[in-house]
T-cell receptor
Framework: GAVVSQHPSRVICKSGTSVKIECRSLDFQATTMFWYRQFPKQSLMLMATSNEGSKATYEQGVEKDKFLINHASLTLSTLTVTSAHPEDSSFYIC????????????FGSGTRLTVV | RKEVEQDPGPFNVPEGATVAFNCTYSNSASQSFFWYRQDCRKEPKLLMSVYSSGNEDGRFTAQLNRASQYISLLIRDSKLSDSATYLCVVTELNQAGTALIFGKGTTLSVSS
């Protein structure tokens, strides 16, 4: 089946630094990538949707200059949390859609970010 | 943002019990519906799709009522391994494509 590899699985960084999270589709072409954030005991909240080669579409309330998304190829999307603050500490997870399969949403294993 | 509402939970049941989860969604334009399972600190995994005609997979049965915008999941003969958070998910068309929108989830704890 479709596999999405997400790295790193866990990262601790200092306030003010930037963190890059990568998601790769391993055996399919991900025409669309979704980035979610999940706070403890909360649901996954969609942050942005990106299509390969175009700018990401951000959900209301998500700062595009803080959460930089790059989807430069059909197999790689990155999320960079810039100037991270403790309130950015969360579980970030990507999802890729295999354009050749109906409703082929595959999730990465998630990245747990802790900003200290 | 359109909402997906679920039973607050948690549900604490003994092994062998039958348990039902409910979900309502507010976006009448939603086209597809799913139940996902999420274990603690893990990514969500697709449990099953939900159709108007009903969908059964072993001990799991899902139902969709489009008129009422209501989705259900029934788990029969609960196992310890069923303990997890169950997420009701609908699709929503946005500017960039069709995204999955998640409910907050209902936690199930099955005990021996």
């Amino acid at each position: 089946g479709a596999v999405v590899s997400q790295h790193p699985s866990r990262v601790i960084c200092k306030s003010g630094t930037s963190v890059k999270i990568e998601c790769r589709s391993l055996d399919f072409q991900a025409t669309t990538m979704f980035w979610y954030r999940q706070f403890p005991k909360q649901s996954l909240m969609l942050m942005a949707t990106s299509n390969e080669g175009s700018k990401a579409t951000y959900e209301q309330g998500v700062e595009k200059d803080k959460f930089l998304i790059n989807h430069a190829s059909l197999t790689l999307s990155t999320l960079t949390v810039t100037s991270a603050h403790p309130e950015d500490s969360s579980f970030y997870i990507c999802s890729a859609r295999d354009g050749d399969r109906d409703y082929g949403y595959t999730f990465g294993s998630g990245t747990r970010l802790t900003v200290v | 943002r359109k909402e997906v509402e679920q039973d607050p939970g948690p549900f604490n049941v003994p092994e062998g019990a039958t348990v039902a989860f409910n979900c309502t969604y507010s976006n009448s334009a939603s086209q597809s519906f799913f139940w996902y399972r999420q274990d603690c600190r893990k990514e969500p995994k697709l449990l099953m799709s939900v159709y108007s005609s009903g969908n059964e997979d072993g001990r799991f049965t899902a139902q969709l009522n489009r008129a009422s915008q209501y989705i259900s999941l029934l788990i029969r003969d609960s196992k310890l391994s069923d303990s997890a958070t169950y997420l009701c998910v609908v699709t929503e068309l946005n500017q960039a494509g069709t995204a999955l929108i998640f409910g907050k989830g209902t936690t199930l704890s099955v005990s021996s």
